[in-house]
Each structure stands twice: as C-alpha cells, then as structure tokens.
Nanobody, 123 residues
Framework: QVQLAESGGGLVQAGGSLRLSCAAA????????MAWFRQAPGKEREFVAA????????YYADSVKGRFTISSDNAKSTVYLQMNSLKPGDTAVYYC????????????????WGQGTQVTVSS
C-alpha cells in the first residue's frame, strides 16, 4: 500500500505561483509513475502532469504546458508541482496519484490517491 499526502495549496492572485508537494509512504517510490490531477466544482477530474518512474520523462496537459513543472525527489519520496502564471481557471482541488511503473493520463488507471489540496486563484 502507498499512502500519499499533498500539501502546499492555498489562495493566490492571478499571475502568482504555488508549489505543491506530495509525500509518499509505503511501497518503493522509485517504481511508481506519479501524477497530478485536478477537479474543479461540477467538473470531472482532469490530468495535469505526470513523471515517469525513473524521473526521466514528464508529461503535461496542454492547458498547463509552459506554466507548470513536475519533479520528483526519490530520496524524499516526494513529487512536486511548481505552478507559475496561475489563472483563475486553475482553481481546483489538486490530487496526487501513483501507479506502478507506467504513466497514464487516465485517472481510473491510478491505484493510489492523496486526499487533495485546494488551490484557489483570484482574479
């Protein structure tokens, strides 16, 4: 079992930045692909970014390319999401997710989820 705990959410003005963290416990962190998803009120959960199990490859939704950066620190079993140039449309609950080895942008293919952290971007 892998337990995931997100932190770093909050309220920020449009154009600002936040860095989300997701600490993993249990399992072997380096064998999991890690991802961030988000869910706004009344909308489906959507893929934001992912990083391959070896940390060599990253993937982004078109809506966040060039603004968000995903990274991981295997020594700390932690994945990060640096969010810059935030927009009101980025407002959502952000979830960290893990699945064994291979990346996916489908939420249903992830086995482990954190509790989520709220990000609110004011205009």
């Amino acid at each position: 079992q892998v337990q995931l705990a997100e932190s770093g959410g909050g309220l920020v003005q449009a154009g600002g930045s936040l860095r989300l963290s997701c600490a993993a416990a249990g399992g072997t962190f380096s064998t999991y692909a890690m991802a961030w998803f988000r869910q706004a009120p009344g909308k489906e959960r959507e893929f934001v970014a992912a990083i391959a199990w070896n940390g060599d490859t990253t993937y982004y939704a078109d809506s966040v390319k060039g603004r968000f950066t995903i990274s991981s620190d295997n020594a700390k079993s932690t994945v990060y999401l640096q969010m810059n140039s935030l927009k009101p449309g980025d407002t959502a609950v952000y979830y960290c997710a893990a699945r064994w080895l291979h990346y996916s942008d489908y939420a249903l293919q992830y086995d482990y989820w954190g509790q989520g952290t709220q990000v609110t971007v004011s205009s």
